[in-house]
């Protein structure tokens, strides 16, 4: 996986350069704000080599202070504190970020990402306590509750909640959680509050704001793989006990949310790749379970084994073809760089039995400001 994001990240990556925002004037709230994007995104102006952690971090802290200020400079601003709560996350200031996304729900409290925002810094805060997280994960999962209740048909929410529940050790809250999101139809993925046109050159703009959102993006998805890792070795529990019956259900609960990672909303080549090895796992196991029994079912998942290695070959020659049309005439919104990555990726979905979203709604528009 970490070649892939490498790649998405790094697509239209310039020389490392001081990057500069527009030039026209604009009030002190707002110049800091897109000052915190292009400083927290600066590890994407060099190569993917440069980007060490210690780099990144430094980053994020320089933009911590740019968003303080911004978000001082208009406290009744909900993007400003959404924004401040997300930079103060990835700093590592989870009482901070608990402090601004408070402020923002006072100010909007009608948008679900607010809550997931809640939710993880709640989660953090327990995990950074003493040596009783599992029984301080409440308000965390109130959190990702609430946020499934505003937008009752994504599986995000509860995806993220059954991962803080693992996280602190909580299976069984975890698994009726992981349960509930399988019951909803696909996960969409929230979009960050990061204006497109950071930098005058367009490429280096499309950079900076695929570094940013696209990180986010595979951190929602993380759970998703811990929850089928979860249970894949529930499965494998079972299946020492020859409980194939049992085994084969976990296997096929983590093949859904496999696919359910592959159907979401946007098509990504990071997440479609991420689906393919979870779908591998899950397809592995079943095999396993198929030939325990005896099964017909055996040539089935040992075909869709190969047909998931043809599709992960498909994917990276489709993510080349897109780097370079991104780099010969770089979209000019979010909207159409989404577009033109759902165009390439959904032919490697058709291939390995993904259905790429009918009638798919748009992705949540960055918020005014």
């Known amino acids: 996986m970490r070649a892939i994001a ?8 310039a020389a490392a350069t001081p990057a500069t925002g527009p ?67 990835t700093a590592g200031k989870h009482a901070r970020a608990k402090q601004a996304v408070d402020r923002a729900i006072q100010l909007k409290g009608d948008d679900p990402l607010l809550y997931v925002l809640r939710g993880q810094a709640e989660a953090a805060l327990a995990l950074t306590g003493p040596n009783d997280a599992g029984e301080r ?16 048909k994504n599986a995000l929410p509860l995806i993220l909640g059954a991962g803080a529940a693992l996280d602190v050790g909580r299976n069984d809250l975890a698994l009726p959680l992981t349960k509930g999101s399988l019951a909803r139809p696909r996960a969409v993925l ?6 497109f046109d950071l930098h005058p050159d367009r490429l280096r703009s499309i950079n900076a704001w695929r570094y940013v959102q696209y990180g986010a993006w595979v951190e929602m998805v993380a759970p998703c793989q811990e929850l089928s890792e979860a249970l894949l070795r529930m499965g494998e529990e079972k299946m020492a006990k020859e409980d194939l019956a049992a085994a084969e259900a976990d296997f096929r609960d983590a093949l859904k949310l496999g696919r359910m990672v592959g159907e979401g909303d946007p098509s990504l080549f ?17 095999l396993g379970v198929a030939k325990a029994k005896e099964s017909r079912e055996a040539e089935r998942w040992a075909g869709e084994l190969g047909v998931l290695q043809v599709g992960r070959t498909e994917l990276y020659g489709a993510l080349q073809i897109y780097a370079k049309e991104v780099a010969d005439s770089p979209p000019e919104t979010a909207e159409e760089l989404l577009s033109l990555e759902a165009k390439h990726v959904e032919r490697t979905m058709l291939g390995i039995g993904l259905k790429p979203p009918a009638d798919q709604e748009k992705v949540p528009a960055d918020p005014p400001k």
Not at 6 to 13: G, H, K, N, S
Not at 42 to 69: C, F, I, N, V
Not at 147 to 152: E, G, H, R, T, Y
Not at 190 to 195: A, E, G, H, M, N
């Open 6 to 13: 490498i790649a998405v990240l790094a697509l239209a990556a």
């Open 23 to 89: 030039e026209q004037p604009a009030p002190a709230g707002e110049r800091e704000f897109r000052a915190a994007w292009l400083t927290f995104a600066a590890p994407a102006q060099g190569s993917s080599e440069a980007q060490t952690s210690d780099l990144r971090q430094q980053a994020r802290e320089k933009a911590l202070t740019h968003m303080e200020t911004a978000a001082a400079a208009e406290p009744d601003n909900p993007t400003y504190q959404a924004s401040l709560a997300y930079v103060s996350l």
């Open 137 to 152: 994960i409440g308000p965390a999962l109130e959190a990702f509750d609430r946020a499934a209740q505003l937008d009752p």
């Open 190 to 195: 929230y979009r960050l509050w990061v204006p």
């Open 270 to 286: 990071i997440t479609t790749h991420i689906a393919i090895n979870m779908m591998e796992d899950a397809y592995a196991r079943l």
